[in-house]
């Protein structure tokens, strides 16, 4: 009887501490972000030489789980010839691939509203990335948008920046 007495009390030891380990690798969520890129965008047109530029574009959001994220973005600047991005206002879902425990992949799909100087439209939006964590809270990541895709012309970025996550 001791026997068994002194295998339970054994059991239940290592049982609770792999608990307790397994509390202590688990993330608390949601996770709230934000963070700067430079922007650097086209203006494929049609029937009209195409425009390119640099701006700048805040990005904000929540990681739901280590899988699943809302993202905003606010980007404006730059000019090329005729067309001046104004600014571009989006939501999106994230969908997001983790790698490794310091780099990520993801895809982005939502809805985004493009203002320039000579035309503003909205609708659908869609790209993907990468990010690196370089510092617990602190990522550098990149990825290529396409912000919009219309029958006249589509609008496409490619951003690089930083990433603070609070």
Known sequence: MKRLTLAATAAALVAAGAATTAQAQQAFYPKAYIGGDAMFWKLDRDRAPDRDSVGLRLRGGAEINEYFAVEGHLGGGGSDGGAELDYLIGAY????LPVAP?????????????????????GFSYGAGAELDVAPNLAVGADYMRYLDKSRYNFDAASVGVRYRF
């Not at 310091?102 to 909205?122: H, K, M, P, Q």
């Open 102 to 122: 310091e780099f990520r992949l993801y895809g982005l799909a939502g809805f985004t509203e493009v203002d320039f100087n000579i035309d503003r439209e909205s």
């Open 93 to 96: 879902a994230k969908g997001i």
